[in-house]
């Protein structure tokens, strides 16, 4: 399986900018999809944004419409989450997940659809 690793997180203030990575080693990133989870303390994990092996279709939920976004440099196996206009809501533990060739669509993945998964990474928002 992939292997994936996360860094990046760190205490922001609302309205800042922040840059998440996931380095991927072990398989060819490019045959994965990505998705990168969050889970606030005593809520479910749920995915932000997805995007599909090869570069197929991009997911992305609510709140993160407008303001995050995905990019993947396959041929460097890394994947990043770009965030913008932080608020405290976005206050969570941030995974990095892969699965081969899942198919993503404009419905929200399940975590279980997920086989490998990074340590997660803490991103606080608060002023």
């Known amino acids: 399986q992939v292997r994936l690793v996360e860094s990046g997180g760190r205490l922001v203030q609302p309205g800042d900018s922040l840059r998440l990575s996931c380095a991927a080693s072990?398989?060819?990133?490019?045959?994965?999809?990505v998705a990168w989870f969050r889970q606030a303390p005593g809520k479910e994990r749920e995915c932000v944004i997805a995007?599909?092996?090869?570069?197929?279709?991009?997911y992305y939920s609510d709140s993160a419409k407008g303001r995050f976004t995905v990019i993947r440099e396959d041929a460097k196996q890394i994947a990043w989450l770009d965030m913008t206009s932080l608020t405290p809501e976005d206050t969570a533990v941030y995974y990095c997940?892969?699965?081969?060739?899942?198919?993503?669509?404009?419905?929200?993945?399940?975590?279980?659809?997920?086989?490998?998964w990074g340590q997660g990474t803490q991103v606080t928002v608060s002023s």
């Open positions: 997940a892969a699965a081969p060739l899942l198919p993503v669509t404009n419905k929200q993945p399940n975590a279980t659809d997920f086989t490998s």
């Open positions: 995007i599909g092996s090869f570069g197929r279709n991009t």
């Open positions: 072990e398989r060819p990133l490019s045959f994965y999809s």
